[in-house]
C-alpha cells in the first residue's frame, strides 16, 4: 500500500492549505483514515480521524478550523487547513488503518510550515 501526500508548503498566520493523500489501495473497506503530525521535538499527535463522514476525531486545537475529508471513489484522504496557526507548523501524515485496532500505514509526510 502506498499513501502518497500533496499539498504541504509555507503559509502566513490565518491563512489556509489543503493537504491531500493518494492512497493505492480500496479506501472504501479501510476502516479508519485521517491525517497525523509531528512538530520538531514533540511526538507525534492526531489531528483528524475519519470513519464515515458522521464519525469523526478532531485534536481539540484543531477543532473548528480543519476538517478532514475521505474521498472513496478517488481513493484520497484531505485535509482542509483554515486560519493556520504558527503552532501548526509541523510535518503531516496521512494514514490508513485497514482494520479495527490494526496497523497503520503511513505516507511520508508533507511539511506545513506558518509563518511570516
Known amino acids: 500500500v502506498q499513501l502518497v501526500e500533496s499539498g504541504g508548503g509555507l503559509v502566513q498566520p490565518g491563512g489556509s492549505l489543503r493537504l491531500s493523500c493518494a492512497v493505492s489501495?480500496?479506501?472504501?473497506?479501510?476502516?479508519?483514515a485521517g491525517w497525523y503530525r509531528q512538530a520538531p521535538g514533540k511526538e507525534r499527535e492526531l489531528v483528524a480521524a475519519i470513519r464515515t463522514a458522521s464519525d469523526q476525531d478532531y485534536a481539540d486545537s484543531v477543532k473548528g478550523r480543519f476538517a478532514v475529508y475521505r474521498d472513496n471513489a478517488k481513493k484520497t484522504v484531505d485535509l482542509e487547513m483554515n486560519n493556520l496557526k504558527p503552532e501548526d507548523t509541523a510535518v503531516y501524515y496521512c494514514y490508513i488503518q485497514p482494520l479495527w485496532k490494526g496497523n497503520f500505514c503511513w505516507g511520508q509526510g508533507t511539511q506545513v510550515t506558518v509563518n511570516l
Open positions: 489501495a480500496r479506501l472504501s473497506t479501510v476502516y479508519a
